[in-house]
């Protein structure tokens, strides 16, 4: 039903500063949580930050105190601002409605192409 595009990915220097935005389509999702999530080359896909229906927001903490996660509900939009970018932080950056599960949170099967974020030294 919902589709989500990623988009706002780029080249910046170590210390740079991006914004991430997931457009949700053909739903609201207003009363989803939403999370933003990585992979890296080589590696697994990570939790970056999550942000839930009213506003709490939770985030790794290799993000927190650099990322914001945030939402717009009018525009059916996530956003993810990013600052102090590190190398570490290269990966390929998706977004994703997530569920609440007994053992963390599950995402859903919206999987998009995902944004690419690259942190030069």
């Known amino acids: 039903q919902v589709q989500l595009v990623e988009s706002g990915g780029g080249l910046v220097h170590a210390g740079g500063s991006l914004r991430l935005s997931c457009a949700a389509s053909g739903s609201s999702i207003s009363g989803n949580a939403m999370s933003w999530y990585r992979q890296a080359p080589g590696k697994e896909r990570e939790l970056v930050a999550t942000i839930t229906s009213g506003g709490s927001t939770v985030y790794a903490d290799s993000m927190k105190g650099r990322f914001t996660i945030s939402r717009d509900n009018a525009k059916n939009t996530v956003y993810l601002q990013m600052d102090s970018l590190k190398p570490e932080d290269t990966a390929i950056y998706y977004c994703?409605?997530?569920?609440?599960?007994?053992?963390?949170?599950?995402?859903?099967?919206?999987w998009g192409q995902g944004t690419q974020v690259t942190v030069s030294s």
């Open positions: 994703n409605a997530v569920l609440f599960g007994p053992y963390g949170l599950v995402p859903k099967n919206l």
